[in-house]
């Protein structure tokens, strides 16, 4: 049964990027994931333009107004009104706005896993727990793994292997939660449980 996690057209920016979260279909458990983003002059996107992946999904940008780069694999792909530029899944990637005033663009996962509960997480972060973040508005580590554990095969960071961000994010997790730091939005019950199965070993270290 699909839930509505927030109220449709819910807006949140995230000041540190010049980034505007718009919610435009918050429901969960649909086939793909799509909300818009507007990023204003100078802004960005990808925790303030740091290069990830998404391991299962393409990601579709596609432009409303304005004009936006996108660098995929190292290589820069623009797109303005009307175009669109998808980044395969695996492929190291982070955007930012190309134009002299306001980006509007829709974004789009092919593949919805859990996307829409992980970016209404991280967008709720950035306007209630503003501690999470350094002043140059990149999540702090502690933040960024629990996170990036509880929301498993959603975002990797680009460079290190996945499986040494795996094992980090495990060992990391726990810690995060005793020094205060939680989940805005939670994953899906099933997501959780298999997260959970993970926590003891990392206990255990």
């Known amino acids: 049964m699909s839930e ?14 010049n980034e505007t979260f718009v919610f ?8 793909i994931t799509h909300f818009d983003v507007v990023l204003g002059q100078g802004g960005s996107g ?5 290069e990830h992946i998404h391991p299962h999904s393409d990601e579709i940008f ?3 107004s304005g004009r936006v780069m996108v660098m995929i694999d190292g290589r820069e792909h623009y ?14 990637h982070f955007f930012r706005n190309d134009f002299d005033g306001e980006t509007h663009l829709t974004v789009t996962f092919t593949t919805a896993q859990q996307h829409l509960r992980f970016f209404l997480n991280l967008a709720r972060w950035t306007s209630e727990e503003p501690r999470y973040f350094k002043a140059d508005g990149a999540v702090k580590l502690l933040p960024v793994a629990l996170a990036l554990h509880a929301f498993r095969d959603h975002l990797y960071i680009a460079g290190p292997p996945i499986a040494v961000q795996k094992l980090l994010f495990t060992i990391l997790s726990p810690l995060a939660r005793l020094f205060g730091y939680r989940l805005a939005v ?8 298999s997260v959970e199965q993970e926590i003891p070993f990392a206990q255990n270290l």
């Open 4 to 17: 509505t996690l927030v109220p449709a057209g819910t807006r949140i920016l995230n000041a540190y990027n």
């Open 24 to 31: 435009t279909q918050p429901c969960d458990e649909t086939s």
């Open 46 to 50: 990808g925790g303030n333009a740091v």
């Open 62 to 64: 596609t432009v409303h």
């Open 79 to 92: 797109a303005k009104e009307g175009q669109s530029v998808t980044v395969p899944k695996g492929a190291r």
């Open 186 to 193: 939670k994953p899906r019950a099933g997501l959780a449980a």
